[in-house]
């Protein structure tokens, strides 16, 4: 994971409900934070969309009382998310889901993790700038 700081902590870390009502917050978070990266507008939305629907895998699975944690890394023309949740159950990322799908199109790169109570979907974003050479 490619970060601005040294020791590998996120630049920015925001904590919610972990309740859908919510979602608005952190995509309009990461608007915002690709927009400071000075991402293109057709890349923001794509972003926007992309934590949507990782929120959306992983609220369902979020046990009583859980927050939605929110982990941002940002790098020049890069930009990592990761979404989680603490969960009391097992959980198997549904690869095959719309939303899946979705987000595996939009991000350069995706993925889920499951590990020590906790639902993690983690989803980089490259600029289009960066391969326009700009």
Same mark, same amino acid.
């Given at each position: 994971?490619?970060?601005?700081?040294?020791?590998?902590?996120?630049?920015?870390?925001?904590?919610?409900?972990?309740?859908?009502?919510?979602?608005?917050?952190?995509?309009?978070?990461?608007?915002?934070?690709?927009?400071?990266?000075?991402?293109?507008?057709?890349?923001?939305?794509?972003?926007?969309?992309?934590?949507?629907?990782?929120?959306?895998? /992983? $609220?369902?699975?979020? !046990?009583?009382? %859980?927050?939605?944690?929110? *982990?941002?890394?940002?790098?020049?023309?890069? &930009? @990592?998310?990761?979404?989680?949740?603490?969960?009391?159950?097992?959980?198997?990322?549904?690869?095959?889901?719309?939303?899946?799908? /979705? $987000?595996?199109?939009? !991000?350069?790169? %995706?993925?889920?993790?499951? *590990?020590?109570?906790?639902?993690?979907?983690? &989803? @980089?974003?490259?600029?289009?700038?960066?391969?326009?050479?700009?």
């Amino acid at each position: 994971m490619t970060t601005s700081t040294q020791d590998g902590r996120p630049d920015v870390e925001l904590r919610l409900p972990a309740d859908g009502a919510y979602a608005s917050v952190l995509r309009t978070t990461t608007a915002g934070l690709a927009a400071r990266l000075d991402f293109p507008i057709d890349d923001i939305e794509d972003l926007r969309i992309a934590v949507g629907e990782a929120s959306a895998m /992983v $609220l369902p699975e979020a !046990a009583p009382n %859980a927050d939605l944690h929110c *982990a941002f890394h940002l790098a020049p023309g890069l &930009l @990592t998310v990761e979404v989680s949740v603490d969960v009391d159950h097992d959980v198997t990322p549904d690869y095959d889901s719309f939303a899946w799908q /979705v $987000l595996d199109t939009l !991000a350069s790169t %995706a993925t889920a993790t499951v *590990a020590d109570g906790h639902f993690a979907i983690s &989803l @980089t974003m490259e600029s289009s700038l960066l391969d326009a050479g700009a």
